[in-house]
């Protein structure tokens, strides 16, 4: 009984450490980026200024009082090559609330499903081009309320643009992978990459649309790893 | 051509080019404000017929900005055919009937290949619908003087070419040519043939004007350098061409300002384009696009190329006032001309100074329509002018040079 016992915690302790591994760290940005503007026609259109949401500013450079920034795609670059892994069948969802689009920034992983909503009581259009070979377009209208419509791009691409033309200041970024291990920074610059990322050494790049790209080798031990990123805007 | 006749077919031909520039102006807010693809769909807007647009949808954001230009678009087509028809006399009337049957016809064989093609084949049906309505159209007028015919049915081509291109710009705006997508390259077209179609609608207005007729050549006196006046005004003019090429080819990138300040270029007189300088120029960029060198010099070539045609354009009227005199009419064009082309050069620095104020940048393509037709009809009033000197100089009609088409 006790082997048996021995044995169960053995195979939780196995599994723990193959299903939970976190890679955790902070991306941080130096250097004084360009102050956000104010999106003034949020609160002008005679629609979008009935569900603004407060003051709609760009969100660029997101910083927080630490100098964490935020918006940050964190991923595995190197290390993986060979390796293939499911497609989770959670759905990631772009959302189009107070005329902007929620989040800024997402990533997903390749073939991954793409919920885009439309929260707003009227239309948006939904313009998407990608660059990358493989991923395909489209230009969608979503009219009314609640409208969802599912998508998905099938090869990995850093900062496929969605736009909506009927309100032009609506933009935002999804990056697409060939592996389930990447995070988006948080407001405090934080990120978390779970999953059963295999211990091993890898190269971990953090990509941000504007401040550009750094990358940092890695060793996951025991499931775990720390990562901290510096990204720099050099001065004008 | 100073019959009650003739006089209210120039009217029309000038509200034909003024619905035209107005129409240039549209377009251009479209891209000035970057909502040319609000609208997914075309010919439908929305699944709906054109025409039948719901008005809450078209009263909404960019969707507002698109419609109006494709509805406006589709009023100056019906003018171009009236105007096609009026100047090609009932002679026209043979070909109209054939155009429009055959654009019916095609448009019934869209019908029947199924619901995709619906609104394609029924907006096809209208355009033949109204060319046919305009061949049966019963009343007997002899054609106007030659080349006006052919002129009003080389309009009547390009306007459903532009139609066309409009369209496909929306519709194949996901298809790539290389590195280029097919949306920025038929916009930038679409944005230059826009302008080459509004010069074309200002000639035949200006070729039907009663003034052209009746100026004498009065005001000129003999001089030297005629041949420079020529020169000045075909560099000017050539010049303007570049411009519109090079704005449109900015324009249509939709890259926001590759530039943000002036008369500096990133605080030097020629910026710094190697890899780090354009990383920090996209880092302290607040728009969404990201700049590239390529991007940068087309807007240094933009700048050389204002002042280039400044300078032509100023030559041309300092040498068109040496050789025919401070009063004559083409002194009188060339003068205004100068004026519209500084103007022109202002507002393309307001833009600078504004962050690109989609109000500023659309006067700035109105603008640079109206400066390319007045040295086009320079270009055609010393051409002639050339043609009869010097024996019947004192005879020689001086054409109404104060921008025909404004009148």
């Known amino acids: ?236 | 051509m100073d019959s009650p006749s003739s006089r209210s077919l120039y009217r029309f031909a000038v509200l034909t080019a003024l619905a035209t520039l107005g129409l240039i102006g549209m377009g251009g807010l479209v891209t000035s404000k970057g909502v040319g693809m609000a609208v997914p769909d075309w010919p439908t807007s929305f699944g709906y017929n054109m025409f039948a647009l719901p008005v809450d949808q078209w009263f909404h954001g960019g969707v507002f900005d698109e419609h109006t230009h494709r509805l406006w678009a589709s009023t100056v087509g019906l003018l171009v055919v009236v105007l096609t028809r009026w100047l090609g006399g009932s002679p026209s009337r043979r070909w109209l009937l054939l155009t429009g049957g055959m654009e019916l016809a095609a448009g019934w064989g869209l019908l029947s290949l199924g619901p995709a093609w619906r609104g394609a084949g029924y907006f096809l049906c209208g355009i033949g619908g109204v060319v046919l309505l305009a061949g049966l159209a019963w009343f007997r007028s002899a054609p106007a003087s030659a080349p006006l015919p052919a002129l009003g049915w080389t309009a009547f081509g390009l306007v459903q070419l532009q139609g066309l291109l409009g369209g496909l710009r929306v519709v194949l705006d996901q298809w790539t040519l290389g590195n280029v997508t097919l949306g920025l390259l038929l916009g930038l077209i679409h944005g230059c043939l826009g302008q080459g179609f509004f010069v074309l609608l200002g000639v035949i207005a200006w070729r039907l004007s009663p003034a052209r007729g009746r100026q004498s050549g009065a005001a000129m006196r003999s001089g030297t350098g005629g041949g420079c006046v020529s020169f000045w005004i075909g560099a000017g003019a050539a010049l303007v061409v570049f411009q519109l090429v090079l704005g449109a080819a900015m324009r249509h990138q939709h890259a926001g300002l590759a530039i943000p300040d002036f008369p500096m270029a990133y605080g030097r007189w020629w910026p710094a384009l190697d890899a780090e300088a354009l990383v920090r120029y996209n880092q302290h960029r607040t728009d969404e696009s990201t700049v590239t060198a390529f991007q940068i010099l087309l807007q240094m070539a933009h700048r050389a190329g204002a002042m280039a045609a400044l300078a032509a354009i100023a030559l041309a009227w300092r040498t068109s006032v040496r050789r025919y005199g401070r009063g004559s009419g083409i002194a009188r064009g060339t003068a205004l001309w100068l004026a519209l082309a500084v103007v022109q050069a202002l507002l393309g620095a307001t833009i600078l100074w504004t962050n690109k104020a989609a109000d500023v940048a659309t006067a700035h393509v109105v603008l640079g329509a109206m400066t390319l037709l007045t040295g086009t009809l320079l270009i055609l009033v010393v051409r002639k002018l050339r043609v009869s000197e010097p024996t019947e100089a004192s005879r020689i009609p001086v054409p109404a040079l104060a921008h025909p088409v404004a009148r």
């Open chain 1, 1 to 236: 009984m006790n082997t048996m016992k021995s044995l169960a915690v053995a195979v939780s302790a196995t599994a723990l450490s193959l299903h939970a591994a976190d890679v955790t760290g902070k991306v941080s940005l130096k250097g004084t980026p360009p102050p956000e503007k104010v999106i003034a026609a949020v609160k002008t259109d005679s629609n979008c200024g009935k569900v603004a949401q407060g003051e709609a500013k760009t969100r660029v450079y997101v910083v927080g009082p630490d100098g964490g920034l935020a918006n940050t795609v964190v991923y595995v670059k190197k290390g993986l090559e060979g390796k293939t892994f499911p497609v989770p069948s959670n759905k990631v969802e772009i959302d189009q609330v107070g005329c902007m689009y929620m989040p800024y920034i997402s990533a997903a992983m390749a073939g991954q499903t793409i919920a885009i909503k439309n929260s707003d009581p009227f239309m948006h259009n939904v313009n998407v081009q990608p660059k990358g070979a493989g991923n395909k377009g489209f230009n969608i209208a979503q009219a009314t309320k609640g409208k969802v419509d599912e998508k998905t791009f099938d090869k990995p691409e850093l900062g496929i643009r969605f736009a909506c033309n009927v309100h032009p200041w609506m933009i935002a970024y999804l990056s697409t992978f060939d592996s389930p291990f990447f995070a988006v920074s948080d407001d405090q610059g934080d990120f978390a990459i779970k999953g059963d990322l295999p211990d091993g050494k890898y190269t971990l790049e953090a990509y941000h649309q504007k401040a550009g790209a750094v990358t940092q080798d890695i060793e996951v031990k025991n499931g775990k790893a720390t990562a901290n990123f510096t990204l720099e805007v050099k001065a004008q």
